[in-house]
């Protein structure tokens, strides 16, 4: 029988590689990177031979590898490696001392980069804050570490692409005069996970779903990230963000796309992201007229969750005292299509509110007739719940007769949980740093993916630029005010996760 680590860590076997971190000792490295790549080794999905890179400035070696292992004893308790482990583990390590905006360090990365089994293969993964993207693929192409001709060369941008659609069309421009569109991947952790990449599944392997996936039968679908966790150490980056940038446009947009596109030809990276981006250009523009209404902005104030005083974000560390950025957003779409017209998408996400909780809400059109409504106890909507965490799986929510002598219905909910039997699943990072060495860019964005989805978001950008002021919500709460608008004309109004 297999056990667990067995069905966890099948997968494509990756060729030995040089993986060369830039931002080495900074938190993504700790929190994600270093222990993501100790369970691809331990599973094999990481080559044994491949080499470890990071290039950093102003530490020692000794004095980097001490922070490494401290950060998996504070991130990563799971992760079990006593003396002889970590010792075989950071055998594998290199350290690049340099400044990434001189050609040395890049020359001096050149000569690290090792011939494994005739190839030098290597991934770059850009743990840096988004200045540093162009100088880093410059440094690259100048040291002629760019150049596929001794193995492949995949070049990792993370979040932010942009902050706006000229930016995001600037660094793009920048990036692809530097690279081949093949070797950038621009990493969403979000589609890294297992019950993400199972919509597909859900989709495209069951014949009891896809004739309801439509307007006939589908009255509108919610997406949702909900957080009960603050800003935490991010003020800097979330003040000039804020939700709808941080959320909506990177992680739940490629969501609505993966949720509303259309069979692809093949499974491919290509055939996917094309149909995915059909979505998006199918998305009606948003007028400015119509901003108010069809979205939402608000800010948390203090309050309490779980009996835990939350102070409010203006009183956030970093977070000016005046700040009008929202730490909630919703915006309704439309998709312009045969399949889609007239079914409203609404995502949004929301940070201090009741619990943690992110899902796909199918809700289906109630019946045309219904023998059984009564004013005391009418039936509730159907809907098809997608948990994508926690506890990842599926409920299906349908009506039932009440037990005894009436007809009065209440509601039964058929749940699949994703894992069964406590079986392990790969954290997103693994996933998606896999099919990087593997050459797997499905689950990464193209450029018109990006370009298209800011376009989509550049009208609501605009409207909110010069707001003086914004809604507050009471922490622990979900007292969003416009919410219930937002969903009026909906089946069930807007379903906020149990």
């Known amino acids: 029988m297999e056990n667990v680590t067995t069905r966890r860590c099948k997968g494509q076997q990756t060729e030995p590689a040089n993986i060369v971190i830039f931002g080495a000792a900074g938190d993504l490295t700790k929190r994600k990177l270093i222990p993501a790549l100790i369970k691809m080794l331990r599973c094999g999905l990481l080559h044994q031979d491949s080499k470890i890179i990071g290039v950093l400035k102003g530490r020692t070696s000794e004095v980097w590898l001490n922070a490494l292992r401290q950060g998996i004893a504070d991130y990563s308790p799971d992760i079990k490696m006593d003396d002889q482990q970590w010792q075989e583990f950071s055998a594998r390590f290199k350290m690049v001392d340099g400044d990434l905006q001189e050609e040395k360090t890049y020359q001096d990365l050149a000569t690290s980069l090792e011939s494994l089994n005739g190839r030098t293969h290597a991934m770059f993964y ?21 150049d596929e001709t001794e193995g492949f060369r995949r070049v990792v941008i993370e979040k932010p692409f942009g902050m706006d659609l000229k930016s995001a069309q600037q660094l793009n421009q920048e990036l692809q005069a530097l690279l081949n569109e093949s070797q950038i991947y621009r990493i969403d952790h979000y589609l890294g996970k297992e019950s993400v990449q199972n919509l597909l599944v859900y989709r495209f392997a069951n014949s009891i779903l896809e004739p309801l996936w439509n307007r006939n039968f589908i009255d509108h679908i919610q997406i949702s990230a909900a957080e009960s966790i603050g800003i935490e150490y991010r003020a800097n980056y979330y003040e000039k963000s804020g939700a709808l940038r941080d959320m909506i446009q990177s992680h739940l ?83 312009d299509n045969w399949r889609w017209q007239g079914v409203p998408f ?28 009564t004013h005391a106890n009418p039936p509730l909507a159907n809907s098809l719940v997608f948990r994508v965490h926690p506890d990842e799986g599926i409920a299906l929510r349908m009506n039932a007769k009440k037990p005894g002598l009436t007809t009065d219905s209440q509601r039964m909910v058929m749940r699949a949980p994703y894992s069964e039997n406590g079986e392990d699943v790969s954290e997103a990072y693994e996933v998606l740093l896999h099919d990087v060495l593997i050459g797997d860019a499905t689950l990464f964005s193209r450029a018109d993916e990006v370009e298209q989805s800011w376009a989509i978001l550049e009208p609501i950008l605009k409207a909110w630029e010069d707001r003086i002021s914004v809604e507050r919500y009471r922490s622990g709460t979900w007292d969003i005010s416009g919410m219930d608008t937002l969903f009026e004309d909906c089946v069930g109004g807007w379903h906020k996760p149990s």
């Open 346 to 373: 609404i995502l949004w996400t929301g940070k201090r509110l009741p619990k943690r909780v992110s899902e796909i809400m199918i809700r289906f059109r109630n019946p045309p007739f219904n023998l059984f409504d």
């Open 253 to 335: 947009m490629q969501v609505m796309t993966l949720v509303a596109m259309e069979p692809p030809v093949e499974f491919t990276a290509d055939a996917v992201r094309d149909e995915k981006i059909k979505v998006l250009r199918a998305v009606r523009h948003l007028e400015p007229e119509n901003i108010k209404r069809q979205t939402v902005a608000a800010q948390y104030g203090s309050g309490k969750i779980n009996e835990e005083s939350i102070k409010a974000y203006v009183s956030e560390n970093g977070v000016s005292p005046d700040s009008v950025t929202e730490t909630f957003a919703a915006v309704r779409f439309q998709i």
């Open 126 to 146: 850009c743990a840096v804050p988004p200045s540093w993207y162009t100088i880093i693929a410059e440094g690259l192409h100048k040291a002629g570490l760019a």
